[in-house]
């Protein structure tokens, strides 16, 4: 993989930005993402049924419209697969691994240590506000279609997707290559400015804005990834580095969650 410099757009690049197109192919996968999220609760508020006779397409609507989510956002990175700065290095991208397991490690932190606290039940307090749960109910494709069933093999592979490929994509473009620019000069020409440019403005603001964008239980984990995140994007430079952390850090999720049943956190 080739290394262009760090400080600086490629040529290819610089030849985009600046343009409508430029500015759509940030947003709007993003966007598109969110937009099936309020879809998906939409849909189970009016459609949605807990009762166990449903069809399991009203129970756990989650199921399928996650898949056509990932597939439909996958499209559209593709589609726009130009307008995007990754520049993918070797040397960065190993360096985005073990951000993304340290990262991570930091966020499955409170529930590791609900198991080994021996908590039952709703935490209060500094726990609750640590994210300190027991967080099994989640996405379980084994509840709904049998585990080792090819229905179940089709969602695990789809949500793993999911999470560690178009997340990762489509978050850090937003957040990284898109906001911290727009943040600091949202009146000027942002998208010149080089990416990773360090400012404690598009850290307060994107860090911050990354964080309430989870859940209150995951605050304090993605405080500090956010924060992780930030100081691997201002010292690289480089956008495939924290993709690749991303990535990382969501893939190693999910194989917590599906190995010791903690569905609930993703």
Not at 108 to 114: E, G, H
Not at 163 to 170: K, P, S
Not at 199 to 228: E, N
């Amino acid at each position: 993989m080739q290394d262009e410099s760090p400080h600086r757009p490629s040529s290819a690049s610089l030849h985009l930005q600046g343009t409508d197109q430029w500015i759509r192919a940030q947003v709007l996968p993003f966007a598109v993402f969110l937009g099936f999220n309020l879809l998906l609760q939409i849909f189970a508020t009016f459609c949605g049924s807990s009762n166990p006779a449903a069809p399991w397409w009203r129970q756990t609507p989650e199921q399928w419209l996650y898949p056509i989510q990932t597939l439909v956002c996958l499209g559209i990175l593709v589609q726009r697969w130009k307008y995007y700065e990754f520049r993918w290095s070797a040397k960065w991208c190993l360096v985005g691994v073990v951000f993304g397991a340290v990262g991570i490690g930091f966020w499955l932190l409170p529930t590791i240590a609900y198991e080994r606290l021996g908590l039952s039940g709703p935490t209060e307090g500094w726990q609750k506000w640590l994210g300190l749960a027991e967080r099994e109910k989640g996405f379980n494709p084994g509840a709904v279609f049998g585990a080792g069933t090819p229905a179940y093999w089709a969602a695990l592979i789809l949500r793993f997707l999911r999470a560690a490929v178009v997340v990762a994509m489509i978050e850090e473009i937003f957040w990284r290559s898109f906001l911290m620019r727009f943040v600091m000069d949202r009146e000027g020409d942002y998208w010149k400015r080089p990416f990773g440019q360090a400012s404690w403005k598009s850290f307060a603001i994107v860090t911050g804005l990354f964080m309430v964008a989870h859940s209150p239980i995951d605050y304090a984990g993605a405080l500090i990834y956010g924060s992780l995140t930030y100081i691997l994007c201002i010292w690289t430079k480089n956008l495939g580095a924290c993709v690749t952390m991303h990535a990382t850090a969501n893939f190693l999720m999910g194989l917590f969650a599906v190995i010791y049943g903690k569905y609930g956190l993703w």
